[in-house]
């Protein structure tokens, strides 16, 4: 089996024939192994010219809500948190959070995505008396909040399960629930990054009830632990088929598929394994490309891939346009989590995101976070330098 006959497998593709010819494990990873990135990116462009036609690239005005700091988690990667008792800890008032989101309303956005940490000291009467605040004054806001391990922290606090706890959020106005904190679906990985975090079985079951409960989630990717290809194709599997089943018993799944490598300059992770195997951890250009391509690819039941650009920049998330993206992210109007790891912009002007998209050849649509195109200004001539494609960094 050998990378040229996969790809000349694949080429032959149709949502017809999606069934017979999907992507199998031991294929993926070849194709990870030993496909030329440029053949990679080819093929998983025609694939997404075919899932996704129509020649635009989506994006979302959105805010980025942390609404506490305070965690127990300890995920060595994250810079962000703070243990209980820390001097620095904050949890925002319902009104801090309200103002935020009236700033995200005096530009057009649609939605919030509201995450923090596991915090125990808030009940769940916090959460809920919080999502009907935000509905009651900002109804047109979409509100995409928390993610699977806040989902079971509420639960242990409570008493109650993660299906109650999901289904009295909902009730409260909940749309959503992000898919943060996967990071890698493989045990061994999450061991060593985040023991305290709970199985990959755990994110995947919170995931479960919350689209058989109808709301809206995603699937995220984070890599460079120093995990192997066949790990990165596993997490993908375990996505795969928890989206068929959810499509089938359901009829809802994820919305789309987000990847983005550890960033590893001010964290704990970082420092424990400086100097110490530095070819394995962490992703450069050409390596999250490929994981893009080959993920578009293998992802033959989810229609949407993300191009990362907060942690990639502009110029190498145009590329992933080229390579099997088709969604550009969104603006990130305020953002926390990453750039406590010490990625330096993390926040673009929706001029920025429109002129990136159509200097790579496409035509910028707003969306929701349901991928609802919504009515689009196109005001690229507002961006003082314009942005082109770099070559690729290894």
Excluded at 85 to 108: F, K, M, P, W
Excluded at 171 to 198: F, I, Q, T, Y
Excluded at 216 to 232: W, Y
Excluded at 277 to 306: C, M, P, T, W
Aim: charged share 20%; hydrophobic share 35%; net charge negative.
């Amino acid at each position: 089996m050998s990378w040229q006959s996969i790809l000349e497998r694949q080429a032959s593709w149709s949502q017809a024939t999606a069934a017979s010819l999907r992507l199998t494990v031991d294929e993926a990873v070849v194709l990870y192994d030993e496909a030329p990135l440029h053949a990679l990116m080819q093929a998983a462009h025609q694939r997404r010219m075919q899932m996704v036609p129509g020649g635009y690239v989506t994006y979302l005005v959105d805010r980025n809500i942390n609404y506490t700091n305070v965690c127990t988690i300890n995920c060595q990667f994250c810079s962000f948190y703070r243990p209980p008792g820390h001097d620095e800890t904050y949890t925002q008032t319902y009104e801090e959070i309200s103002n935020r989101v009236r700033e995200l309303e005096a530009i057009g956005g649609s939605r919030i995505l509201m995450q923090g940490g596991v915090n125990p000291a808030l009940p769940i009467t916090w959460y809920l008396d919080l999502l009907r605040y935000l509905r009651q004054h900002h109804p047109s806001i979409a509100l995409d909040c928390f993610s699977p391990i806040e989902i079971e922290g509420v639960a242990e606090v409570c008493g109650l399960t993660t299906l109650e706890v999901l289904s009295s959020f909902k009730e409260s106005g909940m749309h959503g629930l992000p898919g943060g904190g996967a990071e890698m679906l493989v045990e061994s990985v999450r061991k060593d990054v985040s023991p305290k975090k709970g199985s990959p079985t755990n994110w995947l079951k919170v995931m479960e009830e919350a689209q058989s409960l109808g709301l809206t989630t995603s699937a995220t990717n984070v890599i460079g632990f120093g995990e192997s290809n066949g790990d990165r194709i596993e997490h993908m599997n375990q996505l795969r088929m928890l989206q068929e089943r959810s499509l089938n018993n359901h009829g809802n799944g994820f919305t789309s598929f987000i990847a983005w490598p550890v960033q590893l300059e001010v964290n704990s992770f970082g420092r424990r394994n400086r100097g110490q195997n530095k070819h394995e951890l962490g992703a450069g250009s050409s390596e999250y490309l490929r994981h893009v391509a080959v993920a578009r690819l293998f992802f033959d039941n989810i229609d949407h891939i993300q191009a990362s650009w907060p942690t990639m920049g502009l110029p190498i998330a145009q590329m992933a346009l080229l390579g099997g993206a088709d969604d550009a992210g969104s603006t990130m109007m305020e953002e926390n989590v990453v750039s406590a790891s010490g990625t330096t912009k993390v926040e673009a002007q929706e001029a920025e995101l429109q002129l990136a998209i159509s200097r790579a050849g496409f035509v910028p649509k707003r969306r929701n976070s349901d991928y609802e195109l919504l009515e689009t200004e196109l005001n690229t001539a507002s961006v003082s330098q314009p942005v082109a494609p770099t070559p690729m960094q290894s």
